[in-house]
C-alpha cells in the first residue's frame, strides 16, 4: 500500500510540474505582451513539458496495472476526458517539435499563433483533467 501510494504520488509530481509548465511556458511568452526572442527556448521547455505529461500519464495506467492487474473502469465522461487530455498532449508535443524543426522561418504572427494554440491545448488538458478526476 504504501509503495503504490508512493509509485502514485511520484508520478502525480511529475504530472504536476509538467502540467505547469506546458500552460505557464506559452502564457509567458504570450502575455502581457509576445515575446519573439524567447520563443524557442520556451518551445524545447513546452516540448519536454507535454512529454513528462505522456510519460506520467501512462505511468499512472501502468501503476494501475501493476497492482490490480486492469487500469480503472471509468464513466463515459472521465473516458472523453481522458481522450481529450490524450489528444491535447499528442498535438501538443507535435506542434512544439514542429515549430521546432521548422519554425525559423516562420513570421511572427505565425509564431505568435503557434503559442496560442498550444496555451488552449493546455487550457483544454487542465480542464478535462478535472472532470477526469471527478467523473472517474
Ligand atoms: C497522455 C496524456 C495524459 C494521461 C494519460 C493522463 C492521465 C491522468 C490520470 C490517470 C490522472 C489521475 C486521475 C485521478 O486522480 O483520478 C491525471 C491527473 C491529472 N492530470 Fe493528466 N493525463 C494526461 C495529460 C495531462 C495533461 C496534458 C495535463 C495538463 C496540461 C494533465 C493534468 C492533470 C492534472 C492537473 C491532474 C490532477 C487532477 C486532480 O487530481 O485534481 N494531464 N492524469
Redesign the pocket.
Given at each position: 500500500m504504501w509503495s503504490e501510494n508512493l509509485a502514485y504520488a511520484l508520478s502525480q509530481v511529475m504530472?504536476?510540474f509538467g502540467?505547469a509548465a506546458?500552460?505557464g511556458g506559452a502564457v509567458f511568452i504570450l502575455w502581457p505582451a509576445f515575446r519573439l526572442e524567447y520563443s524557442r527556448r520556451f518551445a524545447w521547455l513546452i516540448l519536454i513539458a507535454w512529454g513528462t505529461?505522456?510519460a506520467s500519464?501512462?505511468l499512472?495506467?501502468a501503476i494501475s496495472l501493476y497492482y490490480y492487474g486492469e487500469t480503472p473502469d471509468l464513466s463515459a465522461v472521465a473516458l472523453t476526458a481522458?481522450v481529450v487530455?490524450?489528444l491535447?498532449?499528442t498535438v501538443g508535443f507535435l506542434l512544439s517539435a514542429f515549430y521546432l524543426i521548422r519554425g525559423q522561418e516562420w513570421g511572427r504572427a505565425s509564431v505568435k499563433h503557434t503559442f496560442q494554440i498550444l496555451a488552449a491545448l493546455?487550457v483544454a488538458?487542465?480542464t478535462a483533467?478535472?472532470f477526469?478526476?471527478w467523473f472517474?
Open positions: 504530472h504536476n502540467a506546458v500552460l505529461q505522456i500519464g501512462g499512472f495506467g481522458l487530455k490524450v491535447a498532449a493546455g488538458a487542465l483533467a478535472a477526469l478526476r472517474s
